[in-house]
């Protein structure tokens, strides 16, 4: 692609790094930006600067905060016995948009997956324990993606509490096997965390 401006090169070539998006893409991008009103684009700098720069991970659940608490682990109305772990801050917007459940969560930041050299170590698991042990939580939910790489960081998990005094349950498989959570329909996704069943039974089958 030739380019008359060396400005307008770049600005293509650091859009054209976004998954998705190939060089005519972030062409017809950066002319439609050329087109706008400049504080259009002023508007769209700042916020990915302070989506960057500002943007933190709850000290506690490891949710994405303005502050140092998430705005569901410093709010007074949740559950704080029940803790439900997600892989990625993605499932805490799918499942609080069920408007189903009222306790807290836990971001491990990912799953298990030796494929993609991803190991328990890499995952936040060490606080999810120190929280059973020292938060007074009851009841660990399971809701992580139903695949294999899920199962298989449920089932470590679930080693790590034990002997822990704690009930821990998985959210129902109305959640077709393979899906993601964050696919998943508000309804289907509500109910599965409303008939959610003892891990241990599912274990069995
Ligand atoms: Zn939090």
Redesign the pocket.
């Known amino acids: 692609m030739n380019f008359s401006s060396k400005i307008l090169e770049e600005a293509v070539n650091q859009v054209s790094q976004l998954p998705g998006i190939g060089k005519r893409t972030a062409l017809r991008l950066v002319l439609h930006l050329m087109r706008q009103p400049e504080q259009n684009t002023d508007l769209l700098s700042d916020a990915l600067l302070k989506m960057r720069h500002d943007l933190q991970f ?1 000290k ?2 490891h ?1 994405v ?1 303005d502050t140092d ?2 705005e ?2 410093a709010s007074n109305s949740r559950d704080e016995t029940i803790v439900c772990v997600v892989e990625d801050i993605r499932d805490v917007m799918a499942i609080e948009n069920t408007s189903q459940y009222r306790g ?2 836990h971001v491990l930041g990912g799953k298990i997956s030796p494929m993609d050299g991803v190991g328990p170590q890499d995952l936040k698991v060490g606080s999810l324990v120190r929280r059973v042990k020292e938060d007074g939580v009851k009841e660990i939910i399971f809701a992580l993606s139903p695949t294999i790489e899920g199962d298989t960081t449920n089932f470590y998990i679930f080693k790590q509490l034990d002997g822990l005094q704690i009930n821990t349950s998985t959210i129902a498989r109305g959640i077709a096997v393979g899906d993601e959570l964050e696919f998943a329909d508000e309804v289907t996704l509500g109910r599965s965390i409303l008939h959610r069943v003892p891990y241990e039974n599912s274990l069995k089958n």
């Open positions: 709850c506690k659940c949710n905060s608490l998430c569901i682990c807290l969560y």
